[in-house]
């Protein structure tokens, strides 16, 4: 069992860079669609009901799925040795990746928002909302590639 799990080690990368992949390009697209939403559709209006569709296939055939694999994938090549431990490049990392993972939910509760009829945001708040994936994709990326801490 041992020798399987090595020789798929690289597979369970391939599969976690692309689950992460997946899951960004929804934490990009989501952010900016509740702009145009929050900007342009009336409650209630056709356009509104597109926007819902929209969303909510979004994050329940891309996002979801995408996020839950990149933790699976994440947490399999953990136990396989890829987190260290005594490094606090890990650690920031694990923090970013729960971080974007408490983003995730924010941006699904505001989907529930938009469905019932009662957002509260304005355009320019998730603008806003839409640059945090990106930070946090950052502190990620440079914690696994430059390793500085």
């Given at each position: 069992?041992?020798?399987?799990?090595?020789?798929?080690?690289?597979?369970?990368?391939?599969?976690?860079?692309?689950?992460?992949?997946?899951?960004?390009?929804?934490?990009?697209?989501?952010?900016?669609?509740?702009?145009?939403?929050?900007?342009?559709?009336?409650?209630?209006?056709?356009?509104?009901?597109?926007?819902?569709?929209?969303?909510?296939?979004?994050?329940?055939?891309i996002m979801r799925p995408?996020?839950?694999?990149?933790?699976?994938?994440?947490?399999?090549?953990?136990?396989?040795?890829?987190?260290?431990?005594?490094?606090?490049?890990?650690?920031?990392?694990?923090?970013?990746?729960?971080?974007?993972?408490?983003?995730?939910?924010?941006l699904s509760a505001r989907?529930?928002?938009?469905?019932?009829?009662?957002n509260a945001l304005s355009?320019?708040?998730?603008?806003?909302?839409?640059?945090?994936?990106?930070?946090?994709?950052?502190?990620?990326?440079?914690?696994?590639?430059?390793?500085?801490?």
């Open positions: 069992m041992t020798d399987f799990l090595w020789a798929a080690y690289p597979w369970f990368k391939v599969l976690h860079v692309v689950s992460v992949i997946s899951w960004m390009a929804g934490m990009f697209y989501l952010p900016r669609l509740y702009v145009y939403h929050a900007e342009r559709a009336e409650v209630g209006s056709e356009l509104d009901r597109t926007f819902q569709i929209m969303e909510e296939k979004l994050l329940r055939v995408a996020m839950v694999s990149s933790w699976l994938f994440g947490l399999i090549l953990m136990g396989m040795g890829a987190f260290d431990w005594g490094e606090a490049w890990s650690w920031i990392k694990l923090a970013s990746v729960i971080a974007m993972t408490g983003v995730h939910g924010w989907r529930k928002d938009f469905a019932a009829g009662k355009g320019r708040s998730y603008r806003i909302a839409n640059e945090i994936p990106t930070v946090l994709m950052l502190i990620i990326v440079v914690m696994v590639i430059v390793r500085p801490f």
